[in-house]
T-cell receptor, first 110, second 110 residues
Framework: GQNIDQPTEMTATEGAIVQINCTYQ??????LFWYQQHAGEAPTFLSYNVLDGLEEKGRFSSFLSRSKGYSYLLLKELQMKDSASYLC???????????FGAGTRLFVKA | DTEVTQTPKHLVMGMTNKKSLKCEQH?????MYWYKQKAKKPPELMFVYSYEKLSINESVPSRFSPECPNSSLLNLHLHALQPEDSALYLCASSQGDEQFFGPGTRLTVL
């Protein structure tokens, strides 16, 4: 079966660092995406990890451990505009099918 | 042009109506996708077209009928929908790993 778990909600303070975890058990694995989605808008791409390790892109970093079925998204220097849902998504082996987790709603407070 | 466009933005239809959703991209991407997203839920894959051929149909009811007239266009024909089909319908395209999402069509079925 396909299972992607991430926390439902998180709250953090402006300027702080937050880590959003994602664990997955899927029949196939090609890579793992993180998307940001503001309410009522389409998801926007943040990162894609294929190999183990940390990928850094500005204030956002994403980590993957394939052996543990685990990833996290790290957001630094939080801003109010970072309040959004963050979706962890696994790309299946064939490359076309992407399975999304339920998303983590992040609230950034002043 | 680095975006996916979708029309209409909003659509209200009765259960006996026939309507179509349209998606367009001019990035030369050869894979295009339809997703359905209910409120506070992750996107669920419906269909994938690769090189204008249907490659994935995630057991979607026949009242949803996809069409890919050419490499830039993707349609979703709707007929005899149910109120529970009300959702945000997202189109995406990809060439490689990153999927680019359109803004979506918010569909309400009365």
């Amino acid at each position: 079966g396909q299972n992607i778990d991430q926390p439902t909600e998180m709250t953090a303070t402006e300027g702080a660092i937050v880590q959003i975890n994602c664990t997955y058990q899927t029949s196939g694995f090609n890579g793992l995406f993180w998307y940001q989605q503001h309410a009522g808008e389409a998801p926007t791409f943040l990162s894609y990890n294929v190999l183990d390790g940390l990928e850094e892109k500005g204030r956002f970093s994403s980590f993957l451990s394939r052996s543990k079925g685990y990833s996290y998204l790290l957001l630094k220097e939080l801003q109010m505009k970072d309040s959004a849902s963050y979706l962890c998504a696994v790309q299946d082996t064939g490359g076309f099918k992407t399975i999304f987790g339920a998303g983590t709603r992040l609230f950034v407070k002043a | 042009d680095t975006e996916v466009t979708q029309t209409p933005k909003h659509l209200v239809m009765g259960m006996t109506n026939k309507k179509s959703l349209k998606c367009e991209q001019h990035m030369g991407h050869r894979a295009m996708y339809w997703y359905k997203q209910k409120a506070k839920k992750p996107p669920e894959l419906m269909f994938v077209y690769s090189y204008e051929k249907l490659s994935i149909n995630e057991s979607v009811p026949s009242r949803f009928s996809p069409e890919c007239p050419n490499s830039s266009l993707l349609n979703l024909h709707l007929h005899a929908l149910q109120p529970e089909d009300s959702a945000l319908y997202l189109c995406a395209s990809s060439q490689g790993d990153e999927q680019f999402f359109g803004p979506g069509t918010r569909l309400t079925v009365l």
